[in-house]
């Protein structure tokens, strides 16, 4: 199944190399015959999955250098693109920039193709909307990562030529998130369980989580406040008593899990490379601001310790065994889980209203205490958080020390208007206004040749 899934990949999911879009060129062999029975849309569905395998390296390459949890002092020979991220030098040609945007679309490409395949399907009802309500999740996902970075995207929401590509242009921000949520609504209808042989798939509480993401972002505090609530009145999900155990590969897609990218390190082509791995723990590139964030009380701190696996090291965060034969490793990568949803919640709460009760399930401290209380660490009340605008601080500074290494702190950043602060009183770096975004890969620029259809982000 999983070389069935590669190959699936391959036909439907590859790029044209004359589109500046990924798409699926017209010369693919027998699509159209392809899309027939339940099995072939499932495993249409899978290759959508297959595309949020390159997730943790736009997290870790890219989102993580360009917060204040990393930094890099230097560079070395292969490293030079990473530390102009890290260091905002970063320029229209920067190779890992443009793996972004290549594999970003290539994903979207994937999953229009089946979608627009699966509107005249003739299967099981239930599982052509369960089928369309995953791939919109996936495609939703992407865009929410696209819109972020770049600013206004090409907004491609069907299957084209290479011509076709060439001449759509780039949509307002507000345009691609009104796709966004509507593609994470409709996502709302997918179930919210599955057998074991389908955990990992996305559920209506994972859409819901992302959903509720989307809007706090755009500052939807009344949306986002309703699709947490939804979630937390479940009941399904928790924090676990050891922050440890939510990474422990061996305790995967656990209670406080909501969605993860499934890796099997066992299969051909079904792990992954060790993640941040170091031969000399000295050469580490976690900010001195990110370790002397944590006092020594914070169960937290100990997940960017570094252990040896094998003949190199590992942060415990993502920390695993080399598979004998296959030599990958095979950590999930955790896209949404609880301790996110209860500082979402807390921020929302406290939007909605200063409320100082720590006891009561309408303030933002019970969510927030909540976090705090599995690190280790006493609750705050408004004796240490005496306003409004400290306690939005206080949210800030716990999603730091809870998520360093899972993709948030530079996304919190930009979305809370702190970034030029918080990285000017980390590295001494002024942030033009313009660096906020990325630049559009000139690679991209350059194949369109239009400006008025694919303009380049100003002053870059």
């Not at 560079?75 to 030079?80: M, N, P, V």
């Not at 500052?219 to 939804?230: E, P, V």
């Not at 990110?290 to 252990?307: F, I, M, P, T």
Request: with cysteine; net charge negative; aromatic share 12%.
């Amino acid at each position: 199944m999983k070389n069935k899934l590669l190959i699936v990949c391959a036909f439907f999911c590859l790029s044209s190399c004359e589109g500046f879009l990924d798409l699926s060129p017209e010369s693919q062999p027998n699509a159209k015959e392809f899309y027939v029975t339940e099995n072939d849309f499932n495993s249409a569905v899978m290759a959508c999955y297959q595309s949020l395998r390159n997730y943790p390296t736009i997290v870790l390459d890219v989102l993580e250098y360009r917060s204040d949890n990393m930094f890099m002092p230097s560079f070395t020979s292969g490293s030079q693109d990473k530390y102009e991220i890290n260091h905002f030098q970063d320029n229209k040609t920067n190779s890992l920039i443009a793996d972004i945007w290549e594999k970003s679309y290539s994903a979207i490409s994937c999953c229009n193709v089946m979608i627009d395949h699966i509107q005249n399907a003739t299967i099981n009802a239930d599982k052509k909307l369960q089928f369309e309500a995953e791939a919109r999740f996936i495609r939703a996902f992407h865009y929410f990562n696209l819109v972020r970075l770049f600013g206004g995207v090409p907004l491609v929401v069907h299957e084209l030529s290479d011509g076709e590509a060439l001449k759509m242009p780039r949509e307002s921000v507000g345009k691609v998130y009104e796709q966004i949520e509507s593609d994470l609504i409709f996502a709302l209808q997918l179930p919210d369980t599955y057998d074991k042989s389908d955990l990992g798939r996305v559920t209506s509480n994972a859409a819901e989580a992302l959903l509720a993401k989307t809007y706090l972002t755009n500052k939807k505090y009344n949306d986002a406040k309703t699709h947490l609530n939804n979630i937390i009145i479940t009941e399904k999900y928790d924090l676990l008593t050891d922050i440890k155990d939510v990474f422990d590969v061996n305790n995967e897609m656990n209670k406080e899990i909501l969605f993860a990218i499934k890796y099997s390190k066992t299969l051909i082509d079904g792990g992954h490379g060790m993640w941040l791995s170091l031969s000399d723990v000295t050469l580490g590139h976690f900010s001195d601001v990110l370790k002397g964030a944590y006092n020594s009380d914070d169960a937290r701190a100990g997940l960017l310790e570094y252990k040896k696996s094998g003949s190199v090291y590992l942060p415990m965060k993502y920390y695993d065994i080399q598979d004998v034969s296959t030599k990958d490793v095979g950590n999930d990568f955790i896209v949404l889980r609880y301790a996110d949803i209860l500082l979402m919640y807390a921020e929302v709460l406290n939007e909605e209203s200063f409320d100082t009760d720590i006891n009561s399930k309408n303030s933002g401290f019970y969510y927030l205490n909540k976090v705090r209380d599995r690190a280790g660490l006493p609750n705050l009340t408004s004796l240490e958080v005496p306003s409004q605008s400290d306690f939005k601080k206080a949210v800030l500074n716990e999603r730091y020390l809870e998520f360093p290494l899972e993709g948030n702190r530079w996304f919190d950043l930009i979305r809370t208007g702190t970034a030029k602060e918080v990285i000017k009183a980390a590295y001494d770096i002024d942030i033009p206004d313009y660096r906020l975004i990325f630049p559009i890969p000139s690679a991209e620029v350059e194949k369109v040749n239009n400006p008025n259809i694919l303009p380049q982000n100003p002053q870059y």
